[in-house]
């Protein structure tokens, strides 16, 4: 099928200024890599943010971006996503962070060297003392064994830490994870920590226990009001970072966000990360041409994709008609023009957004028809398999507090309802939502957003691997069984985005969850802040970590 | 007059008793559960048994709250079950803002209406009259979060200004600190102001119209005094009962308006906590707002009764 709405890959620097880009005189477009401008960087300066208040400080019981994005500011990790506006968003090429360099000797085992010189940020019980290959172990043990770490799943697979000497660290594997390097470089897993800290106050909840090697310093933090960072003058790099402050304030009205930003008083976007949503976009972009002229834009495709899982292991839906039905009977695009002023992306099952990995639709071969809207087929379908008037169901459903997602549910049970799928919304609280349909305990079906995930095998492994907590469909199919191992196996990334687009053809035939369309990020920033560009993730502090302000 | 106070105290012990066994349910009745809130955060749900049981959640309701009222009597709101600070200290460090916000509202609310009711009065059917009951209704109708709404906007599409979007404690810098509440106090104070004007109107109407007004018109006095020594006092006497009623209907809106204006106040706090439905804290600051309306009650009559020496119980 060739969408509508192409995807953003297939777009050209042309594309893009149709799609919404012009309307800012002077603006920076792009998507792919830009270069640096040729100034000397400045130091100095506040940066202003508009972020959220963080349930608590302890990244590892926590799943809250809220959480996340601010000690992405505070500390480091092993491994980090190289950043800035030569990096093309959707793409995360890795680099070292506290890792200096590292060797993979065999499939199995990874071995870090460390920087030399790092200081946790000079606060008590730590007091600015050096890093060790200790305090990594410790973490990585920490991350794995602390009751409640809802990602602890992400370095399953790790067998032991060992530290060889105070700057060499080594990662056994029980099997090899090929995507091991990018887990310990994601911001919502493995920020080092020091054992003195958790000692002292039990956990890292309390804002006093926010103590990395980041490159800023929490300073103060007020709930409900904002936080406050400092430069850390002893940062690892040096010279890093340019910004002495971040501000980053708690603002959770959606008027007041947009008018501090009208007024020049964010230096970047309100939303997670660092973008307008579409809709705001429509409403302020002329007025922002006049008030904020200098402003920077960069548009990308967002990887939050809805999709409905499905009993796959019960009839109706095990049988495959009748999930090509399901996909058959949605108008993607014309969800897209009532919740996203008519812009996305089609998603295969990897979002269109992780631009390494995911197929175009187009390219999905045989399975590419099943992204069309056809209720004709899709009835036909329905009638072959035995349900020539359809069938009843429920949707498992939570609001998440977004018009967008209860408009898209309301849309899907409006097509169902045509080719004669009689579904009705079951709506639960979100908690309650999480809870059980989240992780695949419901009856019929279930629609919500995905978790935005930076690689595919979240998406794939997680979501139909049989067994898998997250295998909210239930599937249980041996060639994708055996696909998603491979391609966790192979270490060779050219020959894995090989397998993981194979994988990608094949569940396009299967439909085993119906994949909708995702939504277009714009990224937007001060003109005044250099060096900086737009991504998906959490890693707002690692993006803005060699950003300088020219004012 | 001490006597009429004293049964007035004693009258209020049923009221709260009544209020806190509504302030310890209606929070459970919210559709959601706590527990599996948390375990989403965590998502460890086999544990979601033993954290009921952590939290003290399993027991019986009854018995939850016959244990929290008998730690809030000696003082003790309990924790909050997300951040596990103790409730009444997150409290007394929010309720200055609410404070200052509730009353900057009332006195805006007091300013506006007692004169615009006055000139109302007087001046029946006359374009002042008309325009000044106009703008009351509209001070009714309107809800006070969209008037909030456009004031935030409209001046940014305008003219590239928002209000203060960063808390500044008044110690730091009291312009700034006393700026950024007169926005969301003048909008919070409009629905008051319409409520409170109307009665004021319609009150010194009735009063204008009393026998004593009429002798002392006929005696030649100044308008002046006939209005403001005669008939306003009287006419006052019921607006302060409305009074006590809006002071309760303020301190709602400090929820709305915390929110929209970004201030760290107490309503922000019970908003935040319905969300997480964070119990011990929605109880504890509902249990505040409702001793303060209790109170303000009790001032209200005890005024009532000082005003109006006719008034005994």
């Given at each position: 099928?060739?969408?509508?709405?192409?995807?953003?890959?297939?777009?050209?620097?042309?594309?893009?200024?149709?799609?919404?880009?012009?309307?800012?005189?002077?603006?920076?477009?792009?998507?792919?890599?830009?270069?640096?401008?040729?100034?000397?960087?400045?130091?100095?300066?506040?940066?202003?943010?508009?972020?959220?208040?963080?349930?608590?400080?302890?990244?590892?019981?926590?799943?809250?971006?809220?959480?996340?994005?601010?000690?992405?500011?505070?500390?480091?990790?092993?491994?980090?996503?190289?950043?800035?506006?030569?990096?093309?968003?959707?793409?995360?090429p890795?680099?070292?962070?506290?890792?200096?360099?590292?060797?993979?000797?065999?499939?199995?085992?990874y071995?870090f060297?460390?920087?030399?010189?790092?200081?946790?940020?000079?606060?008590?019980?730590?007091?600015?003392?050096?890093?060790?290959?200790?305090?990594?172990?410790?973490?990585?043990?920490?991350?794995?064994?602390?009751?409640?770490?809802?990602?602890?799943?992400?370095?399953?697979?790790?067998d032991?830490?060992?530290?060889?000497?105070?700057?060499?660290?080594?990662?056994?594997?029980?099997?090899?994870?090929?995507?091991?390097?990018?887990?310990?470089?994601?911001?919502?897993?493995?920020?080092?920590?020091?054992?003195?800290?958790?000692?002292?106050?039990?956990?890292?909840?309390?804002?006093?226990?926010?103590?990395?090697?980041?490159?800023?310093?929490?300073?103060?933090?007020?709930?409900?009001?904002?936080?406050?960072?400092?430069?850390?003058?002893?940062?690892?790099?040096?010279?890093?970072?340019?910004?002495?402050?971040?501000e980053?304030?708690?603002?959770?009205?959606?008027?007041?966000?947009?008018?501090?930003?009208?007024?020049?008083?964010?230096?970047v976007?309100?939303?997670?990360?660092?973008?307008?949503n579409?809709?705001?976009?429509?409403?302020?972009?002329?007025?922002?041409?006049?008030?904020?002229?200098?402003l920077?834009?960069?548009?990308?495709?967002?990887?939050?994709?809805?999709?409905?899982?499905?009993?796959?292991?019960?009839?109706?839906?095990?049988?495959v008609?009748?999930?090509?039905?399901?996909?058959?009977?949605?108008?993607?695009?014309?969800?897209?023009?009532?919740?996203?002023?008519?812009?996305?992306?089609?998603?295969?099952?990897?979002?269109?957004?992780?631009?390494?990995?995911?197929?175009?639709?187009?390219?999905?071969?045989?399975?590419?028809?099943?992204?069309?809207?056809?209720?004709?087929?899709?009835?036909?379908?329905?009638?072959?398999?035995?349900?020539?008037?359809?069938?009843?169901?429920?949707?498992?459903?939570?609001?998440?507090?977004?018009?967008?997602?209860?408009?898209?549910?309301?849309?899907?049970?409006?097509?169902?309802?045509?080719?004669?799928?009689?579904?009705?919304?079951?709506?639960?609280e979100?908690?309650?939502?999480?809870?059980?349909?989240?992780?695949?305990?419901?009856?019929?079906?279930?629609?919500?957003?995905?978790?935005?995930?930076?690689?595919?095998?979240?998406?794939?492994?997680?979501?139909?691997?049989?067994?898998?907590?997250?295998n909210?469909?239930?599937?249980?199919?041996?060639?994708?069984?055996?696909?998603?191992?491979?391609?966790?196996?192979?270490?060779?990334?050219?020959k894995?985005?090989?397998i993981?687009?194979?994988?990608?053809?094949?569940?396009?035939?299967?439909?085993?969850?119906?994949?909708?369309a995702?939504?277009?990020?714009?990224?937007?920033?001060?003109?005044?802040?250099?060096?900086?560009?737009?991504?998906?993730?959490?890693?707002?502090?690692?993006?803005?970590?060699?950003?300088?302000?020219?004012? | 007059?001490?006597q009429?106070?004293?049964?007035?105290?004693?009258?209020?012990?049923?009221?709260?008793?009544?209020?806190?066994?509504?302030?310890?349910?209606?929070?459970?009745?919210?559709?959601?559960?706590?527990?599996?809130?948390?375990?989403?955060?965590?998502?460890?749900?086999?544990?979601?048994?033993?954290?009921?049981?952590?939290?003290?959640?399993?027991?019986?309701?009854?018995?939850?709250?016959?244990?929290?009222?008998?730690r809030?009597?000696?003082?003790?709101?309990?924790?909050?079950?997300?951040?596990?600070?103790?409730?009444?200290?997150?409290?007394?460090?929010?309720?200055?803002?609410?404070?200052?916000?509730?009353?900057?509202?009332?006195?805006?609310?007091?300013?506006?209406?007692?004169?615009?009711?006055?000139?109302?009065?007087?001046?029946?059917?006359?374009?002042?009259?008309?325009?000044?009951?106009?703008?009351?209704?509209?001070?009714?109708?309107?809800?006070?979060?969209?008037?909030?709404?456009?004031?935030?906007?409209?001046?940014?599409?305008?003219?590239?200004?928002?209000?203060?979007?960063?808390?500044?404690?008044?110690?730091?810098?009291?312009?700034?600190?006393?700026?950024?509440?007169?926005?969301?106090?003048?909008?919070?104070?409009?629905?008051?102001?319409?409520?409170?004007?109307?009665?004021?109107?319609?009150?010194?109407?009735?009063?204008?119209?009393?026998?004593?007004?009429?002798?002392?018109?006929?005696?030649?006095?100044?308008?002046?005094?006939?209005?403001?020594?005669?008939?306003?006092?009287?006419?006052?006497?019921?607006?302060?009962?409305?009074?006590?009623?809006?002071?309760?209907?303020?301190?709602?809106?400090?929820?709305?308006?915390?929110?929209?204006f970004?201030?760290?106040?107490?309503?922000?706090?019970?908003?935040?906590?319905?969300?997480?439905?964070?119990?011990?804290?929605?109880?504890?600051?509902?249990?505040?707002?409702?001793?303060?309306?209790v109170?303000?009650?009790?001032?209200?009559?005890?005024?009532?009764?000082?005003?109006?020496?006719?008034?005994?119980?």
């Amino acid at each position: 099928m060739t969408p509508t709405t192409p995807g953003l890959m297939d777009l050209t620097r042309r594309d893009l200024l149709r799609l919404g880009g012009a309307a800012l005189a002077g603006a920076a477009l792009a998507t792919g890599p830009r270069p640096v401008a040729a100034q000397t960087p400045k130091r100095g300066g506040t940066i202003t943010l508009r972020m959220w208040d963080p349930p608590h400080f302890d990244h590892m019981l926590t799943i809250s971006y809220k959480t996340h994005g601010v000690l992405g500011f505070t500390h480091s990790r092993l491994l980090k996503h190289k950043a800035g506006p030569g990096v093309v968003p959707g793409t995360f090429p890795i680099e070292g962070d506290l890792a200096e360099s590292w060797s993979q000797p065999n499939d199995t085992t990874y071995v870090f060297k460390l920087r030399r010189g790092v200081r946790f940020h000079p606060k008590p019980p730590v007091n600015g003392r050096e890093l060790t290959a200790e305090d990594v172990r410790y973490t990585i043990e920490r991350f794995l064994t602390v009751k409640g770490n809802a990602n602890a799943y992400m370095l399953k697979d790790l067998d032991k830490v060992e530290v060889l000497d105070t700057h060499t660290i080594k990662f056994t594997l029980k099997q090899p994870f090929a995507w091991f390097l990018d887990m310990l470089a994601n911001p919502i897993a493995t920020g080092i920590i020091a054992k003195e800290v958790v000692d002292k106050y039990g956990d890292l909840k309390k804002h006093e226990s926010v103590i990395g090697t980041g490159p800023w310093m929490l300073d103060s933090y007020r709930p409900n009001v904002g936080l406050t960072l400092v430069r850390n003058p002893h940062y690892f790099v040096p010279g890093l970072p340019y910004i002495d402050r971040v501000e980053i304030i708690v603002d959770e009205d959606n008027a007041s966000r947009m008018a501090a930003f009208l007024a020049g008083k964010y230096d970047v976007g309100w939303e997670f990360p660092g973008v307008i949503n579409r809709t705001d976009w429509v409403q302020i972009k002329d007025t922002l041409k006049q008030k904020r002229p200098t402003l920077k834009l960069q548009e990308f495709p967002a990887n939050v994709m809805g999709h409905i899982s499905m009993r796959a292991d019960q009839k109706p839906f095990s049988d495959v008609r009748v999930r090509r039905a399901m996909s058959l009977a949605i108008d993607r695009q014309g969800i897209l023009d009532a919740v996203a002023e008519g812009v996305g992306v089609m998603n295969p099952p990897v979002p269109a957004a992780l631009k390494d990995w995911a197929l175009p639709v187009s390219q999905l071969g045989e399975g590419a028809k099943y992204y069309k809207y056809d209720p004709k087929e899709a009835k036909r379908l329905l009638a072959e398999a035995g349900y020539p008037s359809g069938f009843p169901g429920t949707i498992c459903f939570a609001t998440y507090g977004s018009t967008v997602v209860v408009d898209s549910a309301q849309l899907v049970i409006k097509y169902f309802k045509d080719v004669g799928i009689d579904a009705k919304l079951e709506q639960k609280e979100y908690g309650a939502y999480v809870s059980t349909c989240f992780y695949g305990n419901f009856p019929s079906m279930a629609f919500g957003p995905q978790t935005p995930f930076l690689e595919p095998d979240n998406f794939l492994f997680g979501q139909y691997y049989p067994g898998e907590r997250k295998n909210q469909s239930h599937s249980n199919d041996p060639v994708v069984a055996d696909m998603l191992v491979r391609q966790r196996r192979t270490m060779d990334p050219a020959k894995r985005r090989e397998i993981i687009h194979e994988i990608q053809r094949y569940l396009a035939t299967q439909q085993y969850y119906v994949q909708l369309a995702s939504g277009v990020y714009i990224g937007v920033w001060d003109g005044a802040l250099k060096n900086y560009g737009s991504n998906l993730g959490y890693d707002y502090g690692g993006r803005l970590m060699a950003a300088w302000l020219d004012r | 007059m001490r006597q009429y106070v004293l049964r007035r105290l004693l009258v209020a012990i049923p009221s709260l008793l009544i209020a806190s066994v509504i302030v310890f349910s209606l929070p459970r009745l919210i559709p959601g559960d706590v527990v599996q809130l948390m375990l989403e955060e965590k998502a460890y749900a086999k544990d979601l048994d033993s954290l009921r049981a952590k939290l003290g959640l399993d027991r019986p309701l009854h018995v939850q709250y016959f244990e929290w009222l008998g730690r809030v009597a000696r003082g003790d709101l309990g924790e909050s079950l997300w951040t596990r600070r103790p409730v009444i200290a997150e409290l007394w460090s929010r309720l200055p803002v609410s404070l200052e916000l509730g009353l900057l509202a009332l006195g805006f609310a007091l300013v506006m209406a007692v004169p615009v009711g006055i000139v109302s009065a007087t001046r029946q059917d006359t374009l002042a009259d008309y325009a000044a009951r106009s703008m009351a209704i509209l001070g009714l109708s309107v809800p006070g979060f969209w008037i909030a709404t456009l004031v935030v906007l409209l001046p940014a599409i305008w003219w590239g200004w928002s209000p203060p979007i960063h808390f500044t404690e008044f110690s730091k810098d009291p312009w700034a600190h006393v700026s950024q509440f007169l926005l969301p106090a003048f909008i919070l104070a409009l629905a008051s102001a319409a409520a409170v004007m109307r009665l004021t109107r319609a009150m010194l109407l009735e009063v204008l119209r009393q026998d004593y007004v009429r002798t002392a018109w006929a005696k030649g006095l100044r308008e002046r005094i006939v209005v403001f020594k005669h008939s306003l006092k009287n006419a006052l006497i019921p607006v302060i009962t409305v009074l006590g009623i809006q002071v309760a209907q303020i301190l709602g809106g400090t929820v709305i308006f915390e929110s929209i204006f970004g201030l760290p106040g107490m309503g922000r706090f019970l908003f935040d906590a319905i969300n997480q439905r964070d119990y011990p804290v929605i109880q504890g600051v509902n249990l505040l707002i409702v001793s303060v309306v209790v109170l303000i009650n009790l001032v209200v009559d005890a005024a009532y009764a000082w005003l109006d020496p006719r008034i005994r119980y």
